[in-house]
């Protein structure tokens, strides 16, 4: 057990993998050199060569094509996508080739590949450098989506999105990978697909992932002190979607809310809660109740920028007037 | 290349092979009565299909844009499998799930035909990067058409291919339109070879119609791209007819076509080899007849196959090992079983 960040647990996993599969290679922009924009593949370069770790011009489309194109023909690459919001320069190579390879070839071949990238507010980036997009990778089948919410899950759903078949889209927050967290890299890796009850609790569920796992978890301890016990559930991957956790927690507690950071139309919260009311109607006490990012371009002014999103009081407030 | 009679009759086969299969392939959607709206026929493009392909080996890879059946068959496709395909047939290549724009084949290294102008591009850069990684003596060739020139993707990836000395060609078979563009109504300067070259590629231009031209320049440009010097190729050609099957070109004018159906490299090679070999007629039939026969069987096999079970739906989404989305009808029954509680 190590005391560590989740950036560095990041780091760490992609270390791990290119020194047991030679196969493993980095492909991206900065990744090199400059030891990645937000730094998880420093020192990489210096211990794996340039073959390996592969400094990508500015070519979003051109290098993560070549990263499903690498894929097809015997590596296994992790194309650093530098944030989220450039998904759209290189939404052709994900979307239409990296997704679709394996169904429309007659499964013949498949594409084993990472995206790495990041997104989410926190750092006063401003509208195209903040956006949760994972709502427009979840709409086309054959992509997997991962957004780690710990420092553990940094580590080991990481590896485990190394050992796929298809290709994953590995969703970081740019928040989180200066919080500390303990790591055990001996544990087993991330169940796949699995979701994680993070704290138990018999009156509300509340369904989340990434950054905002942190914030509802703190909304769960502000209302305990009410007598109020919320259970938060970390799906930790979108696609694969842990129905089974989540239904067997709203059965239990007749009450659910889905907090996102992603906006609220259309979005991802909009997908669970609906699957929620058609599949646990019965046991629903309460309306599901969506907390998600405002419908807003993202501002750079700090103030503002905090209130795009929701915010612990928004949640603690919410729970506490859902469950009276 | 000065090639022998015996290798000359074989490059008119390969071209004969692939007019045969391009005049043949329309009638599994007369017969069969399916749309079969998305067929772009490449005929007239066989000497660039063949003289590229020619000195490709085994291991080596390429992608195809949506006129690709006859770069396939050049590389060594079963053209019973390909009309299966097209068909949307059990049997063919992709188990009917891709059709005429998707066909693929791993072992012939057929990394994918793409519907999206240039999208297949920057995948020989990746196979491109997995040879150097690897230090496998492979190459990867992206075949395209004139359409995918003004397309961005195209030159991301010939930088990415020269700055990382991939063994990667590109290939253009340039057949003067895109859909109902043509060229010097798609770019100001069409000399496409030119842009190649301030990338840092070997750009070469060649005609289309004399199939014994391009395998010498392919052989050329694919050494190269062996020894790590990634290279563009135009194949200049003519489009005989319409985009896809329905389309008539009335945007052509005919003296345009009458022009343009002179560039007939099937044409040329009969033409050199009854002047240089003393082909006969009689050589010319046998070829012809046998593969008359063999398109024929194509045909009928792709017509009496058998379409993909409704289970096939589902498969191949994502790796077998995983399970497969959920059929709408049973998430259906499921809910309004366990929730339809108010009347039932």
């Known amino acids: ?36 924009a937000y730094g998880v593949t420093k020192g990489l370069l210096q211990e794996f060569g340039k073959e390996r770790v592969i400094d990508s011009p ?35 190579q994900i979307a239409n080739q990296a997704a679709k390879i394996r169904y429309m070839f007659g499964g013949q071949m498949g594409v084993p590949m990472v995206l790495r990238t990041q997104g989410g507010t926190g750092r006063s980036a401003a509208a195209q450098h903040s956006q949760s997009l994972e709502g427009w990778f979840l709409q086309v089948p054959g992509l997997r989506v991962a957004l780690p919410g710990t420092v553990s899950d940094a580590y080991h759903l990481l590896r485990a999105s190394l050992r796929q078949a298809d290709p994953v889209v590995f969703i970081e927050h740019k928040a989180l990978y200066v919080q500390k967290g303990k790591l055990d890299p001996t544990q087993a890796d991330a169940n796949w697909g699995r979701a994680v009850v993070r704290r138990p609790g018999g009156h509300v569920t509340v369904v989340t992932y990434s950054r905002m796992l942190t914030y509802a978890l703190a909304a769960a301890e502000n209302v305990a002190g009410h007598g109020v016990e919320a259970e938060v559930i970390d799906l930790r991957t979108l696609n694969p979607l842990d129905w089974e956790t989540v239904s067997g927690s709203v059965t239990k507690t007749g009450r659910a809310i889905v907090v996102t950071e992603a906006c609220l139309t259309g979005g991802p919260a909009a997908e669970i809660s609906a699957r929620i009311q058609e599949e646990c109607f019965d046991f629903l006490e309460e309306p599901i109740v969506r907390i998600a990012g405002e419908d807003v371009p993202i501002p750079v002014a700090p103030a503002l920028e905090a209130r795009s999103v929701p915010t612990v009081a928004l949640i603690t407030e919410i729970i506490r007037k859902l469950v009276r | 290349m000065r090639p022998t009679k015996e290798q000359s009759l074989e490059v008119y086969r390969r071209m004969r092979r692939i007019r045969t299969f391009e005049e043949r392939v329309g009638e599994l959607f007369v017969r069969q009565q399916t749309a079969g709206s998305m067929l772009h026929l490449s005929i007239a493009e066989e000497a660039a299909a063949v003289g590229v392909t020619y000195p490709m080996r085994e291991g080596d890879s390429f992608t195809t844009h949506h006129r690709g059946h006859g770069i396939f068959l050049a590389r060594g496709a079963d053209p019973k499998r390909m009309m299966a395909e097209i068909a949307g047939k059990a049997d063919g290549y992709c188990r009917g799930k891709g059709g005429s724009m998707h066909i693929a084949d791993r072992t012939l290294g057929h990394l994918g035909a793409n519907a999206i102008v240039g999208g297949g591009i920057p995948a020989v850069v990746g196979a491109g990067l997995s040879y150097k990684v690897l230090a496998k003596p492979n190459v990867s060739i992206a075949f395209f058409g004139d359409g995918a020139m003004q397309q961005g993707v195209l030159y991301e990836s010939m930088n990415l291919a020269a700055l990382w000395r991939l063994p990667v060609v590109f290939v253009c078979v340039n057949n003067q339109w895109g859909m109902g563009t043509r060229i010097d109504r798609a770019a100001a300067n069409t000399q496409f070879h030119e842009r190649a070259r301030t990338f840092g590629l070997e750009g070469h231009v060649v005609d289309g119609a004399d199939v014994f031209a391009v395998i010498d320049i392919a052989e050329r440009l694919v050494q190269g791209a062996r020894d790590g010097r990634a290279a563009y190729l135009s194949v200049e050609c003519y489009r005989y007819y319409g985009h896809a099957r329905m389309d008539k070109s009335p945007y052509r004018t005919p003296e345009e076509e009458a022009e343009g159906r002179k560039q007939d490299p099937i044409q040329r090679a009969i033409t050199r080899l009854r002047e240089k070999d003393g082909a006969t007629t009689g050589e010319f039939e046998a070829i012809d007849a046998a593969i008359a026969q063999e398109m024929d069987e194509a045909v009928e096999f792709a017509i009496n196959a058998a379409p993909p079970p409704v289970t096939d739906l589902f498969r191949d989404v994502y790796d077998d090992h995983e399970p497969a989305p959920e059929p709408l009808r049973k998430r259906l029954e499921r809910i309004l079983t366990t929730n339809l509680t108010a009347t039932n």
């Open chain 1, 1 to 36: 057990m190590i005391e560590t960040t989740y950036r560095e647990a990041l780091g760490l996993a992609l270390r791990h993998a290119m020194m047991e599969d030679p196969t493993v290679v980095i492909i991206g922009e900065e990744v090199g050199a400059y030891g990645g």
């Open chain 1, 58 to 92: 500015i070519s979003e489309a051109g290098f993560v094509g070549a990263a499903v194109g690498a894929a097809m023909s015997g590596l296994r690459p992790v194309a650093e996508l530098m944030y989220v919001d450039f998904s759209g320069i290189a939404m052709d």
